[in-house]
């Protein structure tokens, strides 16, 4: 298994551009999820799923759209990139139920000038 | 806003020492889970904590859990140099919603 993957792995946008971050993952997991991480601030969650055709806002969700339109596959819009939205975008997936263990990808790094 | 906040922010010990980080939260949880985060990575899941437990073993890894202080401790015992990483605790609340919160994070650095 590839486990969980995001593309691309480093991304330069300009202020007011849009761009999409994928994220896929092979292991059939129901609950996908991602977050940005910014110095001293830890994990924020931005968007969840739990399950296709499923989405839900999570605490920093304003300048984000997802869509889950199939299991394996949870991309993250940016709809009109702004400079605090420069961050580490991380992608998340784990079975249903909040015990499983969650699998995270190895990060995109975002910079918007 | 984040549920955990690990304490403390950084801690530097010698190799061979013990590693004792600490996380407190604020509301009643299902579970309790620890990550590690090595330099430019990706999470990894290390520990799980269920309400209902009060500690708990994996290899070199103990966490504790105390509800009624909503606080938990992972120590880690005879550190190495490759233990040098960031620990982040990270919480689904009781009732509804499966959203893992996660901490700040204890940066941990272990000199060889």
């Known amino acids: 298994n590839a486990g969980v993957t995001q593309t691309p792995k480093f991304q330069v946008l300009k202020t007011g551009q849009s761009m999409t971050l994928q994220c896929a993952q092979d292991?059939?997991?129901?609950?996908m999820s991602w977050y940005r991480q910014d110095p001293g601030m830890g994990l924020r969650l931005i968007h969840y799923s739990v399950g296709a055709g499923i989405t839900d806002q999570g605490e920093v969700p304003n300048g984000y759209n997802v869509s889950r339109s199939t299991t394996e596959d949870f991309p993250l819009r940016l709809l009109s990139a702004a400079p605090s939205q420069t961050s580490v975008y991380f992608c998340?997936?784990?079975?249903?139920?909040?015990?499983?263990?969650?699998?995270f990808g190895p990060g995109t790094r975002l910079t918007v000038l | 806003s984040q549920q955990g906040e690990e304490d403390p922010q950084a801690l530097s010990i010698q190799e061979g020492e013990n590693a004792t980080m600490n996380c407190s939260y604020k509301?009643?949880?299902?579970?309790l889970q620890w990550y590690r985060q090595n330099s430019g990575r990706g999470l990894v899941h290390l520990i799980l904590i269920r309400s209902n437990e009060r500690e708990k073993h994996s290899g070199r890894l103990r966490v504790t859990l105390d509800t009624s202080k909503k606080s938990s401790s992972l120590l880690i015992t005879a550190s190495r140099a490759a233990d040098t990483a960031s620990y982040f605790c990270a919480t689904v609340a009781q009732g509804g919603s499966e959203k893992l919160v996660f901490g700040k994070g204890t940066k941990l650095t272990v000199n060889p």
């Open positions: 292991m059939n997991h129901e609950y």
């Open positions: 998340a997936s784990r079975f249903q139920g909040s015990t499983d263990t969650q699998y």
């Open positions: 509301t009643s949880i299902n579970n």
